[in-house]
């Protein structure tokens, strides 16, 4: 087995060579989708050792190996591993392409940048490889890893470069004891120091059952990209961006990982920035009664999707963005979504039967009609695009009037972003406790029966008063996250704002005082940290993840924190259940202050005053805190101190 491991160093040194005068090729992940799995059993001839140095008293021990041949999202896995390692232990670790260094070789590796990886460990090859059926209710995603150590050297691999990445960054966070909570290093860069580091944990694999984990974090035009280094290093693969951001945006988030995900409501842009736009022409916009259709975009409330006129300018435009920014940018995601809340309106279309397919049609008073009509509007779009770019995901908003499921079929490359306007946090999506919550859950079933190509856009980051309050929803995403890989649904991107400091928060005007962004990843940590640990993986003791992040973020004051968190719950799911009962409602993401402190903060459960029991939690965790964990408990602090003024 030796000599093999000295033919895998060899190898590098070839590609070495071969690759001196030019850039090796990058490769380009398929996307995949499926069911959470983490699986530890080593393949035949692989052993697992009780410690491997990798720093030792501030000196390295170990250095990092990529293939000459690597992309360049290897490099920066390589760069990554050393920048964590000098972090933590003050060792700098050389990273090679020669295949020779000191102490423990370290080798970074997907089989395009070295081939040898899927000769000495096929099992695990073949099982990353494995994304399940399309359409199929078992999916994986495509970017999963495996480390493995095999005489005297680890291997950090995956069968795309994101999945390598995502190797390198589980490997930090299981031997270094790293978590990553926020954009700024200074507070969210969570390490104990430890000059001496040691790999103990180096024989398992793991994927998601997710092709696409992310958010959308920019709604307002913001680009934040050490938010998005810090959402990639917790193995998020995509970012929601707007068609706008531009070339630069895009391939920032390549270059780390992040998949660029188009969307906003944007569809009127697509048809007045089109090649093939005719300012004259009137068919693309809505009418009036009269059927007299609007002057321009900004007149229209949607626009006029029963046109084939409409169908044509946008797709043109669609090719052209693509064959302009595609290869440049690695595009895989284009939204074509609708704006936000209004209803088309066009004369007289809108009056008459619409035929869906050879004879079969759906009427004015049908409940799916415009839902009917903007699907097959969209499937046109859809096929139009892919005789250009197959490889392309069309993506668009199942949103207000396109929730319903429609007659129509669902054409490949048209996938549905599930948007949950209505959901209620307070219960599980399947136990609806009231109409609106109902309705969505009928419609999202009716959608699964549908396609399995589906996208959720939840709003677990946006609500009214997230900078003075932490809604603690973790099981209820940990119940939508087993809900979505059950069915083989492709991922989410839920709603929210990015840590960016400056950045005024504007969805409430109630709470007295001036907010930011960063409030807003200050106050809920840990559900944002939670959310990307049950995207990777829904299947996560949620108590025992609070529990390490308690002691790693909070030390001496982590008992009463915990505490902090588990009054949270108490009082959520204790308020949930009157809420519930006395306005028979969901509580809306945009719910006023008052609403959360009578109904979950001004109440008793089990002998317990919550809102007092809060306080006093926080003072204690204040008390025990050094200087650096005060800073990651004021918001909180704080906030309690003055959310009575919130609803006098």
């Not at 005007?509 to 940290?529: I, K, R």
């Not at 308020?575 to 509580?587: I, K």
């Amino acid at each position: 087995m030796k000599k093999i491991i000295s033919l895998i160093l060899c190898a590098i040194m070839v590609h070495s060579f071969l690759v001196s005068c030019g850039e090796g090729e990058r490769e380009t992940a398929e996307n995949g989708t499926e069911t959470a799995i983490s699986e530890t059993r080593a393949p035949e001839g692989v052993t697992e050792t009780a410690g491997n140095l990798i720093a030792e008293n501030g000196e390295a021990r170990a250095h990092i190996v990529i293939s000459g041949n690597a992309s360049e999202l290897e490099k920066y896995a390589a760069e990554e591993l050393a920048y964590h390692t000098a972090k933590v232990s003050g060792a700098q670790t050389e990273i090679v392409t020669s295949g020779k260094g000191d102490g423990l070789p370290i080798i970074i590796a997907t089989p395009h940048s070295l081939p040898e990886i899927a000769e000495l460990f096929p099992e695990d090859i073949a099982w990353l490889r494995e994304t399940g059926e399309e359409g199929s209710a078992e999916r994986y995603g495509d970017d999963g890893f495996a480390i493995r150590q095999l005489d005297g050297a680890i291997y950090i691999f995956g069968v795309t470069p994101r999945g390598a990445l995502n190797g390198v960054y589980d490997f930090i966070e299981e031997n270094m004891g790293v978590l990553w909570t926020r954009a700024d290093e200074e507070t969210g860069l969570i390490y104990d120091e430890m000059p001496t580091v040691t790999a103990e944990k180096v024989d398992y694999r793991e994927k998601s059952p997710f092709g696409l984990r992310g958010w959308t974090l920019a709604m307002e035009g913001t680009y934040a990209y050490e938010t998005e280094v810090m959402l990639s290093r917790n193995k998020m693969n995509a970012s929601m961006t707007r068609t706008t951001n531009g070339i630069d945006v895009w391939q920032n988030q390549n270059a780390i990982g992040i998949e660029p995900f188009i969307s906003n409501h944007n569809i009127k842009w697509w048809i007045t920035e089109s090649p093939s736009y005719d300012p004259d022409c009137r068919e693309y916009w809505s009418t009036d009664e009269n059927g007299n259709h609007a002057a321009s975009a900004a007149e229209s409330s949607q626009v006029n999707i029963w046109s084939d006129v409409t169908v044509e300018v946008v797709a043109d435009h669609v090719i052209a963005f693509l064959d302009e920014y595609k290869l440049q940018a690695d595009i895989d995601y284009v939204g074509i979504c609708l704006e936000d809340w209004e209803e088309p309106f066009v004369c007289p279309e809108q009056t008459a039967s619409y035929e869906y397919a050879p004879g079969q049609f759906v009427e004015p008073s049908d409940s799916d009609y415009l839902s009917t009509v903007f699907y097959s509007f969209m499937n046109k779009i859809a096929r139009r695009v892919a005789e250009k770019h197959s490889d392309v995901i069309i993506h668009t908003y199942a949103y207000t009037f396109t929730e319903k499921t429609p007659r129509c079929g669902i054409e490949d490359n048209l996938y549905i972003t599930f948007c949950t306007y209505f959901e209620d946090l307070c219960f599980p999506t399947d136990e609806p406790k009231n109409s609106f919550a109902e309705d969505l859950w009928d419609n999202l079933q009716g959608w699964s029966d549908k396609t399995k190509k589906m996208i959720f856009y939840n709003y677990y980051g946006c609500f009214s008063v997230s900078p003075v309050f932490e809604r603690p929803i973790w099981s209820r995403m940990q119940a939508d996250f087993r809900y979505y890989a059950e069915n083989g649904f492709h991922g989410m991107v839920p709603e929210g704002v990015s840590d960016l400091p400056g950045h005024t928060f504007r969805m409430t005007e109630t709470p007295e005082g001036e907010y930011f962004y960063t409030d807003v990843w200050e106050m809920n940590t840990l559900t944002f940290w939670l959310y990307s640990k049950l995207a990777w993986n829904p299947e996560e003791d949620i108590d025992a993840l609070i529990d390490y992040f308690c002691e790693k973020c909070y030390g001496d004051a982590a008992e009463p924190m915990r505490e902090y968190y588990r009054l949270l719950e108490l009082g959520w799911e204790e308020g949930a259940e009157y809420y519930g009962e006395q306005f028979n409602s969901l509580l809306k993401f945009y719910a006023e202050p008052w609403e959360y402190y009578y109904n979950f903060l001004d109440i008793e459960a089990d002998g317990v005053y919550i809102f007092d029991a809060l306080k006093e939690a926080l003072d204690k965790a204040w008390n025990a805190a050094d200087d650096t964990v005060k800073e990651r408990i004021r918001q909180a602090r704080e906030s309690y101190e003055n959310w009575e003024t919130f609803v006098q």
